[in-house]
């Protein structure tokens, strides 16, 4: 095999330029590795040949699986990330935290649960230990403002306390960190929960139809449509087409009544 | 980080016929949507699933003969990846009433659903638990909730999307459970997008008639996912173990589920499940990269469930027709194949060629979607080189602020910006470079209604691992939908089921017949099966 097919087998089985890639070296666990300047941290420690089983999850920055610490050279600062999301940096001394313990109070049937700040407290007294030091904000790979939402569940402020944190991967990055031994995720969640269940507005048309269902409304039309899809395409078709051409408009409101 | 000032060159000529793009979306006007042959003809000529090395015919188990996905076949017609010499059935390691494997958003519905039927569940999961396709799922759930809609038309919407071959039974449970299932997660606490009136926003899908998309912000499987593993969490009857994968199912001597093998991650050991009723929730396969195409799936989508079942004699329906999401990332190149979800189409954005034109109606189903921008960018040379040697068509995100107002994108896609902006690109200024992507496993196991297995007693399937409830097609947001529908159901039969279960003595013969037959038909030069992890050392995946 001639030098050139070579390359490109290689480059086939990377999946990159390796050729025009440039090459930065970083540590894992110690250990000194070059890897292609571009690649998110969780892409280079394959490249590296690590096979991942824990700190890997969706590979898309939403799952929170990957959470990550390191230092750069010359940088006294414990930085956090998230390893499928940050792009490797020259001298970058890192390491995947495999797991940490946090507790999840218990807790079952948040229908029955009220959302209130004696709940949330009840649930993690160790809210109000909160000494607002923002550590946890200044962590949060997602940017979130955690000890924001912190103290408005302290407060009771439920739906704050609920949208400030919509966006946590519960990758507990912020955990790892509190010196309240707070965890923010779990309160967060709970606070979600109790916003979507107890405090938002009920839909009226949810209900009406869930009712509809129930009382059998809906059985005959569909047990009749059924029975034609049953006697196969020809049939169906005509149907499928009738109801497509009469298809709702983009243009119609996006939180359409009826 | 950004685009280089070559892309930016590009992205010029998509600039200049935005405004009259823009204008025209507005009055409603939108490129014309295909005939049903026109859609035909696109889809054999361009889409992957029709390319002449796509499919072959298995040679090996329940389903000889039929034709699946290459890739797939590869680890059917292979050896079980469980050493059987280190299992010992003799001795009990777990002892449950209902076992589920997987812990996705299925795993976790039917997790609750049994343990409030009174079940001893026993949770086994791969990864952590909500380490899953649920949890990257972005764009909605469908259900037909509005008064000008109806389960029958949802159902109509669902088979024509599928190409007219779905289990009419499994649509029926379908889009019957959909409204109680919205109910159900809003009671559990899901933070579905609503107005101050508690009306949910809905929107279109490809190939929906009315609309009915629900969501929660672009995190809609994020959110059901979370809220269904702490409620699955909150149950005291709910044993979670995690890093411990299924390697194969246990029958016994009656041809029952008896149970599984799993393996712990950590030391290697392999251990003994007993379980009076059994559901596989292990989602889909996107990580077996068929036809080498990138995926949007999370780690874990490597078909596992579907190799244990077919192992134990279980049919699979429909593992030739692979959904590709038609907006997959091809820029930057550290997220390639990660999904732009269909909502940026529902918002408005418009797919558009190199030229700046608009080539597509933008909410075909994704088959004729993706058809579409393979055909623009292989046959038509109106692609969008990357720097990296690949191809894409633009998808013109900055229209959606212009039609929906300023701070639409940041408030409706967060998550979607974040991941751009992590890289230097404002989505609500700038488009998207997309090109399509292994997204979907249409088909599956082979189920009842009640998420019986079709073949083997004591056995439930719920989630992406089940085949039969899309056809040949899935359409957006019924994937959502079905894990919990499926999920519930799976949960509250194997629950009920478990009372009255015997079991008898356990064997893993299956697996050594089916061993045997592959060594006999030479079929053992590949890698085993189930490959329980993908294999990216050395590689950039
Ligand atoms: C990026 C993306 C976006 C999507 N967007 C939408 C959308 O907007 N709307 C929609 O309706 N659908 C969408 N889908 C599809 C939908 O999210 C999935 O099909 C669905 O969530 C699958 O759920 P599941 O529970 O069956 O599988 P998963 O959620 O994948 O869960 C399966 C679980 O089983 C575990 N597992 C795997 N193998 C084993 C084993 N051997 N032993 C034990 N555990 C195992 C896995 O680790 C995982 O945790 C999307 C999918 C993706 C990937
Ligand atoms: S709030 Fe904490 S757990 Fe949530 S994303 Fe931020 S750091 Fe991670
Ligand atoms: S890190 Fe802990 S103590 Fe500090 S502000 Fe955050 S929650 Fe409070
Ligand atoms: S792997 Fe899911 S957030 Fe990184």
Redesign the pocket.
């Given at each position: 095999m001639s030098a050139e097919a070579k390359t490109k087998e290689k480059e086939e089985k990377v999946g990159l330029d390796l050729s025009k890639a440039n090459f930065i070296d970083i540590y894992i666990m110690g250990k000194r590795y070059s890897v292609p300047d571009t690649l998110p941290i969780m892409k280079a420690l394959e490249f590296c040949g690590y096979k991942l089983i824990r700190g890997v999850g969706c590979r898309?920055g939403v799952c929170g699986a990957c959470a990550t610490v390191y230092r750069t050279k010359g940088d006294p600062a414990l930085k956090v990330a998230l390893a499928c999301q940050k792009v490797v940096e020259p001298e970058m001394y890192l390491a995947q935290i495999p797991f940490f313990p946090a507790g999840r109070a218990v807790y079952d049937d948040i229908e029955k649960m009220e959302p209130t700040a004696a709940t949330v407290r009840g649930m993690y007294p160790e809210i109000a230990k909160c000494m607002g030091c923002n550590t946890c904000t200044k962590s949060c790979p997602q940017d979130l403002k955690v000890m924001e939402y912190i103290s408005a569940a302290l407060r009771g402020d439920i739906e704050k306390a609920a949208r400030l944190s919509f966006e946590c991967v519960m990758c507990g990055l912020c955990t790892t960190r509190c010196p309240a031994n707070i965890v923010q995720p779990n309160v967060g969640i709970l606070c979600r929960r109790l916003y979507g269940s107890r405090m938002a507005i009920k839909s009226p048309e949810l209900a009406r139809r869930v009712r509809e269902i129930k009382e059998g409304k809906h059985d005959k039309p569909m047990d009749e449509v059924v029975a034609v899809a049953k006697k196969g395409v020809d049939k169906l078709r005509p149907l499928y087409e009738e109801v497509q051409k009469d298809k709702e408009p983009d243009s119609t409101p996006r939180f359409g009544e009826d | 980080m950004g685009y280089t000032p070559e892309m930016l060159e590009m992205i010029k000529k998509v600039e200049a016929t935005r405004a009259a793009r823009v204008e025209k979306k507005a009055r409603g006007e939108e490129f014309a949507a295909m005939g049903i042959d026109e859609r035909n003809e696109l889809k054999k000529k361009f889409h992957p699933d029709y390319k002449s090395d796509a499919l072959r015919k298995v040679k090996i188990g329940p389903n000889a003969g039929d034709e699946m996905v290459n890739k797939f076949v590869d680890v059917l017609e292979t050896p079980s990846s469980l050493e059987l010499d280190k299992v010992d059935l003799n001795k009990v390691d777990y002892e449950t009433d209902v076992l589920i494997?997987?812990?996705?958003?299925?795993?976790c519905a039917a997790a609750i659903m049994a343990a409030e039927e009174g079940a001893n569940v026993l949770l086994?999961?791969?990864?952590r638990l909500?380490?899953?396709?649920?949890?990257?799922?972005?764009?909605?759930?469908q259900a037909a909730v509005r008064a000008k809609d109806s389960p029958r038309t949802h159902f109509l919407d669902t088979i024509g999307g599928g190409h007219f071959k779905n289990e009419p039974e499994l649509v029926r449970a379908l889009v019957f459970d959909a409204p109680v299932v919205i109910d159900w997660l809003d009671r559990l606490g899901t933070m579905f997008t609503k107005n101050e009136k508690g009306v949910m926003m809905t929107i279109h899908g490809g190939g929906t008639s009315k609309k009915r998309m629900h969501s929660a912000a672009d995190m809609?499987?994020a959110e059901i996912m979370r809220t269904l593993r702490d409620a699955a969490r909150g149950k005291p009857n709910v044993t979670v173990v995690e890093f411990e994968?299924?390697?194969e199912l246990i029958l016994d001597d009656k041809g029952q589920c008896f149970g599984a093998v799993v393996k712990n991650l950590e030391t290697n050991q392999y251990k003994v499940v007993r379980a009076k009723a059994t559901i596989v929730?292990?989602?889909?396969s996107?990580r077996l990269h068929y036809q080498d195409f990138d995926t949007?799936?999370?780690y874990?989508?490597?078909g596992?469930?579907l190799v244990m079942a077919y192992h134990a004699g279980c049919k699979l329906c429909f593992m030739h027709p692979v959904q590709y999401h038609p907006t997959g990332v091809v820029y930057p190149a550290q997220n390639i194949g990660l999904?732009i979800?269909?909502k940026v189409r529902g918002l408005g954005a418009q797919p558009i060629n190199a030229e700046g034109e608009q080539f597509v109606f933008p909410k075909e189903p994704r088959d004729i979607e993706s058809s579409a921008f393979i055909r623009e960018c292989h046959d038509r040379g109106k692609g969008v080189p990357t720097p990296t040697g690949r191809v894409g068509v633009w998808l013109d995100s900055p229209m959606i602020d212009m039609l929906h107002g300023e701070g639409t994108v940041r408030r409706e896609l967060p998550a979607k910006f974040r991941q751009f902006m992590n890289h230097g690109i404002d989505i609500s200024r700038l488009p998207m470079l997309v090109y399509p992507t292994l997204?979907?496993q249409n088909g599956g196991v082979e189920m009842e209604s009640d998420a019986h297995s079709k073949q083997i007693p004591n056995l439930y399937f719920?989630?992406?691992?089940a085949g039969g409830i899309h056809g040949e097609n899935r359409l957006?947001?019924?994937?959502?939908?079905d894990?919990n529908v499926f999920g519930r159901r799976a949960g509250g039969s194997a629950a009920k089921a478990s009372r009255s279960v015997e079991l008898g003595s356990p064997s893993l013969t299956h697996v050594v017949e089916y061993n045997r037959e592959a060594g006999k038909k030479g079929l053992t030069g590949r890698v085993a099966a189930?490959i329980?992890l993908p294999d990216y050392v050395g590689k950039i995946k």
């Open positions: 898309g | 494997i997987g812990g996705g958003g299925a795993g086994m999961t791969k990864l909500g380490d899953a396709n649920t949890m990257m799922a972005e764009g909605g759930i809609s499987g994968p299924a390697v929730s292990t989602g889909g996107g949007t799936n999370h874990g989508a490597t596992d469930g999904l979800t269909e997204h979907y719920a989630g992406e691992v957006m947001g019924n994937s959502l939908l894990i189930p329980l």
